[in-house]
Structures are given as C-alpha cells and as structure tokens.
C-alpha cells in the first residue's frame, strides 16, 4: 500500500499563500491518479484538485485558479500551490493516492485560514 505524508499546513491571512506537499512511498503502478481533499469542520470532504499519471489536471471549481496541483517527476511527490486563499478555504487537507489496486489517504493537514 502506498504511504503518504502531508506536510506544508498553517495559519494564514486572507489573500495569503501557502504550498502543500504530499511525499508518497512511490507512484502506484500502472495508470493512477494522485489527488486532494480537504474537510472542514461539520462538512464532508470534498475533492480539491487532482492529476494524473499523464499529467492531466482537474479542479474544484471553488478553487480554479487559485489552486495549482503540480507533480514531481524525478520523485514521487505531489503540491498543491495555493494563492488567495480565502477563511471558507480552511479544512485539514488530504493527500489521496488512486491506483489499479491501491486506494491510499494521508493523514491531512491542517489549513487556517483567518485574520
């Protein structure tokens, strides 16, 4: 099974920035898709961003461009670049890996963002 460590979360203000990192065990086999979550407190988690093996992206639109998902090819981590981040932004954010046989969650991360 694929391991996945967030790291990355913090307090921010309103219009700030923060860069999250989602370091995996290794890329599943195969065809897959490594993505983000996030749940904020009395909702449920929510689909944030996701790319694929092949490098296509998809967004929620709630955070189309603002939120940027990115990929490192020479080691088997993923970001997450987020950009006026907004206090309804707030939620622990989680690090999903999608393969053919494996179906991995990271602990999450937990995202503040407030004045």
């Known amino acids: 099974q694929v391991q996945l460590v967030e790291s990355g979360g913090g307090l921010v203000e309103p219009g700030g920035s923060l860069t999250l990192s989602c370091q995996a065990s290794?890329?599943?086999?195969?065809?897959?898709?490594m993505a983000w979550y996030r749940q904020a407190p009395g909702k449920e988690r929510e689909h944030v961003a996701d790319?694929?093996?092949?490098?296509?992206?998809k967004y929620n639109p709630s955070v189309e461009g603002r939120f940027t998902i990115s990929r490192d090819n020479a080691r088997p981590t993923i970001f997450l670049q987020m950009d006026s981040l907004k206090p309804e932004d707030t939620a622990v954010y989680y690090c999903?890996?999608?393969?053919?046989?494996?179906?991995?969650w990271g602990q999450g991360t937990q995202v503040t963002v407030s004045s």
């Open positions: 999903r890996s999608i393969g053919a046989t494996d179906d991995s």
């Open positions: 290794e890329y599943p086999s195969g065809f897959y898709v």
């Open positions: 790319i694929s093996k092949f490098g296509i992206t």
